[in-house]
Nanobody, 123 residues
Framework: QVQLVESGGGLVQAGGSLRLSCVAS????????MGWFRQAPGQEREFIGC????????YVTDSMKGRFTISKDSAKDTVYLQMNTLRPEDTADYYC????????????????WGQGTQVTVSS
């Protein structure tokens, strides 16, 4: 059974940092891109960026580049989303997902999704 399990969310003050984790299991993800997304209350899901399972390539959308970075620990089958200088508008549920296609991920399409972890940024 394929599972993507996010963790690391919580309440943080504006200006603070959080690191979200996504542990992947249940199959080999060679050839997959691991993406991060977020969905704020009442808004559509938003693509943050992605990284190859090998960790060799990564991409973060321009709007979040500089504050958000994506990395991977191959030994732990875990993908991370490091979020710095958090703002109240970063409050959302954050999801990881896996797909072989970056265009698919950018369209919020993926073979596998995690259940999400909630991030709340207080002002």
């Amino acid at each position: 059974q394929v599972q993507l399990v996010e963790s690391g969310g919580g309440l943080v003050q504006a200006g603070g940092s959080l690191r979200l984790s996504c542990v992947a299991s249940g199959r080999t993800f060679d050839g997959y891109w691991m993406g991060w997304f977020r969905q704020a209350p009442g808004q559509e899901r938003e693509f943050i960026g992605c990284i190859t399972w090998s960790g060799g390539s990564r991409y973060v959308t321009d709007s979040m580049k500089g504050r958000f970075t994506i990395s991977k620990d191959s030994a732990k089958d875990t993908v991370y989303l490091q979020m710095n200088t958090l703002r109240p508008e970063d409050t959302a549920d954050y999801y990881c997902a896996a797909d072989r296609s970056v265009p698919n991920l950018s369209r919020m399409q993926a073979d596998y999704w995690g259940q999400g972890t909630q991030v709340t940024v207080s002002s």
